[in-house]
Each structure stands twice: as C-alpha cells, then as structure tokens.
C-alpha cells in the first residue's frame, strides 16, 4: 500500500518533470527564428522564479486555499503593430501560452502541500524547489546574448 509520503514524492516527480518539459519548450523559443527583447526575458524568469518561492511557501506552514496565478500575460502591450515582426507576436504568444502552462503545473504542484492528504520533509521541499529554480536558471542562460567580439582589458 502507497503511504502518503509515497504518493507525495511520485505525485511530486511527474509534476515537476512536467514543468520541466514544458521549461524545454521555452527553451526553444531561444533559436534564431523567435525575436524577444531583453525586458520580456528578464519579466518571463522574474516571474517564474518569484512563482516558486510563492509555491514554497505553501509548504512552510499552513496552507490555505491556492491561490497562485495559472495564467502569465506579458505586462507591456502585445505588438500588432504593421510594422511588428511575426517572429516576435509568435515569440509572445508561444511564450505566454508555455509560461501558463509552468503555472497551471506549479499549482497541481502545491496541490501537495496539504497536509492531511500527503507527508513530506523540509529536505524533500528543499530538493524539489532548488531543482525548480535550477532549471529556470538552466534555460534563462539560453536567452542570453553570446559574446560576438573579445576585446582586450585595459591596460594597467
């Protein structure tokens, strides 16, 4: 028979392996195709990461009724300019849509943390968030400009 902490760390797993394919895909609106500026990379992994502490919270102490966004707009207005490039409004919906779907899962997630129905371990919370936030780290590093051009320090 399953014990609640087994069903808490198998439940725990799937969920978070799920943000984690959902962060995979992401990942790929990184490649040359997509246009982004640096203000809607830096506003899509503040959030992600300000969502997961939120969620841990939930397993700090007494949890009440989740009330954790499940849906991620970007703050600034959508280009539908003429003028605006497909690649970035198809960048901003794809993006918006996957974010949405990291924050539906990080709900089912925190789902978990009731007490009554599941047991967990400061350590097993511990483990589960840090992977989180490594992972948010992990793919946020493909958003970053790569060196082009090396110049030499200053001369002393």
């Known amino acids: 028979m399953e014990t609640r902490n087994d069903k808490f760390r198998r439940l725990a797993e799937l969920r978070l392996s799920r943000i984690f394919q ?14 982004y500026t640096s203000k809607e990379i830096d506003e899509l992994f503040n959030t992600y990461q300000k969502l997961g502490e939120e969620g841990r919270m939930y397993f700090k102490g007494p949890t009440s009724f989740n009330e ?11 280009s539908v300019a003429p003028d605006a ?43 589960l968030f840090k992977a989180y936030a490594d992972k948010g780290h ?5 958003f970053t400009p790569l060196t082009q051009e090396f110049h030499f320090k200053p001369k002393d």
């Open 22 to 35: 959902t962060m995979n895909l992401i990942a790929n609106l990184s490649a040359p195709q997509y246009t």
């Open 68 to 78: 954790m966004p499940s849906k991620f707009t970007f703050s600034g207005p959508i």
């Open 85 to 127: 490039s497909t690649s970035h409004v198809r960048f901003q919906r794809l993006a918006e849509k996957r974010m949405s779907r990291v924050f539906r899962d990080l709900r089912l997630l925190c789902n978990l943390s009731v007490k009554s129905n599941y047991t967990y371990s400061d350590n097993e919370i511990e483990e």
């Open 138 to 142: 992990e793919i946020s590093a493909l």
